[in-house]
Structures are given as structure tokens and as C-alpha cells.
């Protein structure tokens, strides 16, 4: 088993930063990829950010392209998501996904091809 803790949510306006952490644990060599997804409210749960472990190979979903940063520290088992330019619409909960596999191309932006979710963190952005 893999236990993922985020950590990093809060208010924050417009323009704004923030970082989000997620520490793993557990079996940490079945975080082959790990992702950034999120949720807000009345929406369905989106894709924002992927990396895999081995060689650091990162993904963006369209709308976060240029403004999140996903990266990874492989000593302390965490990966952050680096956010700037925040707008309204990235308020949501943020959850961090764990993949056994190292997934490619259009897989990393399913929720099904992750194996371990944290119980999310999150994040308001105020106009």
C-alpha cells in the first residue's frame, strides 16, 4: 500500500502562488507516475499535471500549460505542484495520484490508471 498526504492548500488571490505538496509513503516503488488531479464543485475530476518518476518526464493539461510546474524529489518521496497565475476558475480540491505503472501519452491524464489518491487539499483563489 501507498499512503499519500497533500499538503499546501489555502486562499490566495488573483495572480496569486501557491505550492502544493504531496508526501508518499508506504510502498513508495509503486509511485512510478504520479498526478495532479482536481475536482470543483459541480464538476467532474480533472487531469492537471503528471511526472514520472524515472527521468522526470512531466505532462500538463492545456489549461495549467505555462503557469503549474509539477516536479518531484525522489530522496523524500514528494512531489509538488507549483502554481502561479492563479485564476478563479483553478479553485477546487486537489488530489495527488500515485501510478504503479510508468504511463505515456494519454494515460496519464485518466483517473483509472492511478492506483493510490490522497484525500486531497484545497484551494480557493479570490477575486
Known amino acids: 500500500q501507498v499512503q499519500l498526504v497533500e499538503s499546501g492548500g489555502g486562499l490566495v488571490q488573483v495572480g496569486g502562488s501557491l505550492r502544493l505538496s504531496c508526501a508518499a509513503s508506504?510502498?513508495?516503488?509503486?509511485?512510478?507516475?504520479m498526478g495532479w488531479f482536481r475536482r470543483a464543485p459541480g464538476k467532474e475530476r480533472e487531469f492537471v499535471a503528471a511526472?514520472?518518476?524515472?527521468?522526470?518526464?512531466?505532462y500538463y493539461a492545456d489549461s495549467v500549460k505555462g503557469r503549474f510546474t509539477i516536479s518531484g524529489d525522489n530522496a523524500k518521496n514528494t512531489v509538488y505542484l507549483q502554481m502561479s497565475s492563479l485564476k478563479p476558475e483553478d479553485t477546487a480540491a486537489y488530489y495527488c495520484?500515485?501510478?504503479?505503472?510508468?504511463?505515456?501519452?494519454?494515460?496519464?491524464?485518466?483517473?483509472?490508471?492511478?492506483?493510490?489518491w490522497g484525500q486531497g487539499t484545497q484551494v480557493t483563489v479570490s477575486s
Open positions: 495520484a500515485a501510478a504503479a505503472a510508468n504511463l505515456y501519452a494519454s494515460d496519464r491524464t485518466r483517473p483509472s490508471e492511478y492506483d493510490y
Open positions: 508506504g510502498r513508495t516503488f509503486s509511485t512510478n507516475t
Open positions: 511526472i514520472r518518476k524515472a527521468g522526470g518526464s512531466t
